[in-house]
């Protein structure tokens, strides 16, 4: 049992290139999650997804999209990436919409120069 | 929207008893929710009080109270290993996390 698995764990881009950060749960878990994590700051919630084929924005969407095709996986992507993407990036997951137990992926540490 | 406030840094002697509080303001509320983080690893789940009053798992106890809009962790028999960054999080349609409180466990 994998549970959430994310890639890459580390990249470096380039301002203005585009890139999608990977995300799989085989839990089957309806809810789904991207957050950044700034230094000394908490999770900052980007978007979510209740289930397959829904999705909707979080605190801080702008410069991101997400797509929910499956219910296993849910990508995100930087459109033109710019160097305050900088950030640790998780993805999470948990049963039903109740978010009460959420399991997270080991993270990706983007750079952008 | 969403807005959560615990203490940035605390401090504790190894053996020792810590408390960590929440206070929120939300739109709307379900639960709160505890996570640990260790430096360069991702959060993990401790605890979710969906009612008021305290819920016990081994030494991590959790506390709410939702007409004080107010919560705790309360962390016993505080070992070294302890040390890391602990964050409450609001359930209302989508999870809200705090900045998080950095505890230190000393000798």
């Known amino acids: 049992n994998a549970g959430v698995t994310q890639t890459p764990k580390f990249q470096v881009l380039k301002t203005g290139q585009s890139m999608t950060l990977q995300c799989a749960q085989d839990m089957n878990h309806e809810y789904m999650s991207w957050y950044r994590q700034d230094p000394g700051m908490g999770l900052r919630l980007i978007h979510y997804s209740v289930g397959a084929g829904i999705t909707d924005q979080g605190e801080v969407p702008n410069g991101y999209n997400v797509s929910r095709s499956t219910t296993e996986d849910f990508p995100l992507r930087l459109l033109s990436a710019a160097p305050s993407q900088t950030s640790v990036y998780f993805c999470a997951s948990s049963y039903g919409g109740s978010g009460m137990e959420a399991f997270f992926g080991q993270g990706t540490r983007l750079t952008v120069v | 929207g969403q807005s959560l406030e615990q203490p940035s840094e605390v401090t504790a002697v190894e053996g020792a008893i810590v408390q960590i509080n929440c206070t929120y303001q939300?739109?709307?509320?379900?639960?709160l929710s505890w996570y640990q983080q260790h430096d360069g690893g991702a959060p993990t789940f401790l605890s979710y009080n969906g009612l008021d009053g305290l819920e016990e798992t081994g030494r991590f106890s959790s506390f709410l109270s939702r007409s004080d809009s107010y919560g705790y962790l309360l962390l016993q028999e505080l070992q070294m290993k302890d040390s890391a960054s602990y964050f409450c999080a609001v359930l209302y349609q989508k999870v809200t996390f705090g900045t998080g409180t950095k505890l230190q466990v000393i000798p």
């Open positions: 939300t739109s709307g509320f379900y639960g």
